[in-house]
DNA sequence: GTCCAATGGGGAC
DNA sequence: TCCCCCTTGGACA
């Protein structure tokens, strides 16, 4: 269940461990048979994410992922959890826990100095690690995808987009998608002047404007309802409405959220936070937001209650007090 | 245990 | 506007 950040973080997962490796692909479920059939046996070339939609390359055909609200990826097998070993983009290494289980999970539930152990991890805003003691493990539920290399295996559940694009193909996806500032494919300047230019003109309110990816890729309901806290900004407000300095501020503070999301792997949207405040925030849903599934509570700013409405059949969280 | 909503989004209607 | 995808955590009994 994931917003752009998970996706990155898969992305990552991909890069780290399967790019370079011939893959072995099927479909247990039997849903995905003939895409699989297409990608069984190529190198794993690229592997890169724009908003939610992650690209998997396998030298010709690259595979598209779209998870929706309740696809997942399982990793398993010889694979990197810490996330800074991920940023480095396909070295691997040293292994530490940062990252993984950070839901109340123990520390040292796997913990490994040395080379990547066989471990099993679950992708997403919940991500957990346990140890895997036959490699390659069965399928766990409803499979749509496996991908199995000689060290590691993916597994794929529940998405809502699982297909095999041509060049031609990935071209007009990321067309149609907006700027995604984690994304490879354009400059950081290009990309924030594309959103400040496609909202500024139109006259739906910010908070749809947020929410459409062909505006800004990646964010999703929890960023959306977020950011426009953060900004003080009503989320009715037409995009043509808001000032300059509104949009870019928008966007910049998106940039900071998404940052800290691919390298947390969670949504810490409060953020400052030190010592104990922030290790609550790590462990407690609850701590971790300012308005997001907060309705008639206290806003924690200014007291008021924490409204929610449905705009564009998704719920809004928002602070009427401190919105305006 | 049972039930429900969920961090999406495409397609049918 | 609903349904699918068919999982998962949390609320509740």
């Known amino acids: 269940m994931p917003e752009g950040h998970s996706v990155h973080r898969i992305a990552r997962q991909f890069r780290a461990n399967f790019v370079g490796r011939t893959a072995a692909v099927s479909s247990p479920q039997g849903r995905f048979a003939v895409g699989a059939a297409e990608l069984d046996g190529r190198e794993i070339t690229t592997s890169d994410a724009i908003g939610k939609h992650l690209l998997v390359g396998f030298d010709g055909p690259t595979l598209h992922v779209h998870l929706g609200i309740y696809g997942a990826w399982d990793f398993a097998g010889a694979i990197s959890l810490d996330p800074t070993i991920l940023a480095a983009d396909g070295r691997m290494g040293q ?69 095999v694009l041509d060049d031609r193909q990935v071209e007009a996806l990321a067309q149609r998608l907006g700027p995604d500032p984690e994304a490879p494919t354009e400059s950081k300047r290009r990309a924030e002047e594309r959103f400040v230019e496609r909202a500024s003109r139109s006259n739906q309110p910010i908070g749809q404007l947020l929410m459409d990816q062909s505006v800004v890729a990646g964010i999703g309901n929890v960023y959306r309802a977020e950011l426009l806290f953060r900004a003080a900004i009503d989320p009715h407000r037409a995009g043509s409405q808001l000032t300059d300095d509104e949009l870019r501020g928008l966007w910049r503070d998106w940039v900071k959220l998404l940052r800290i999301g691919v390298e947390t792997g969670q949504m810490l949207t409060i ?54």
Not at 115 to 133: F, N
Request: some cysteine; aromatic content about 4%.
């Open 271 to 324: 953020d400052g936070l030190r010592g104990a405040r922030r290790a609550a925030a790590l462990a407690n849903r609850a701590d971790r937001h300012w308005v997001y599934k907060r309705e008639g509570l206290p806003c924690r700013r200014c007291g008021t209650a924490i409204a929610l409405e449905t705009m564009q059949g998704r719920k809004l969280y928002w602070c009427p007090g401190c919105q305006l």
């Open 95 to 163: 292994t530490g826990m940062r990252g993984a289980g950070t839901e109340g999970e123990s520390e040292d539930s796997i913990h490994s100095i040395g080379a990547p152990r066989l471990t099993r991890l679950r992708a997403g805003e919940h991500e957990t690690a346990t140890a895997v003691t036959v490699f390659p493990p069965d399928p766990i539920g409803q499979v749509r995808v496996r991908i199995l290399t000689d060290t590691a295996v993916a597994d794929l559940r529940g998405p809502t987009v699982c297909e």
